[in-house]
């Protein structure tokens, strides 16, 4: 059974940071590319940022670029995304996805 599991999300202050996780099993993790997909409150899915199968290479959104950075451990079947400066309008569920399979999302909130 494949299965993504996000975690680490929260309620921070704007400029803070998170670090949220994937958890991923059930299918060959090293072999796909991965995504970060948030979504907004009314609102629908953005892409945030895409890993390639070996981790080495990254893109990002103009809107997270310089402030998120992914990272992915085939080892141990993770993604990561380090958010930092965070900003009110990144309050969104986090997603993690191999655009085939999706996790349940990891809510974040930026609020003071």
């Known amino acids: 059974e494949v299965q993504l599991v996000e975690s680490g999300g929260g309620l921070v202050q704007p400029g803070e940071s998170l670090r949220l996780s994937c958890a991923a099993s059930?299918?060959?993790?090293?072999?796909?590319?991965m995504n970060w997909v948030r979504q907004a409150p009314g609102k629908g899915l953005e892409w945030v940022s895409s890993?390639?199968?070996?981790?080495?290479?990254?893109k990002y959104a103009d809107y997270v670029k310089g402030r998120f950075t992914n990272s992915k451990d085939n080892a141990k079947n993770t993604m990561y995304l380090e958010m930092n400066s965070l900003k009110p309008d990144d309050t969104s569920m986090y997603y993690c996805?191999?655009?085939?399979?999706w996790g349940q999302g990891t809510q974040v909130t930026v609020s003071s």
């Open positions: 059930g299918f060959t993790f090293s072999n796909y590319v």
């Open positions: 996805t191999n655009l085939r399979y």
């Open positions: 890993i390639n199968e070996g981790g080495g290479t990254t």
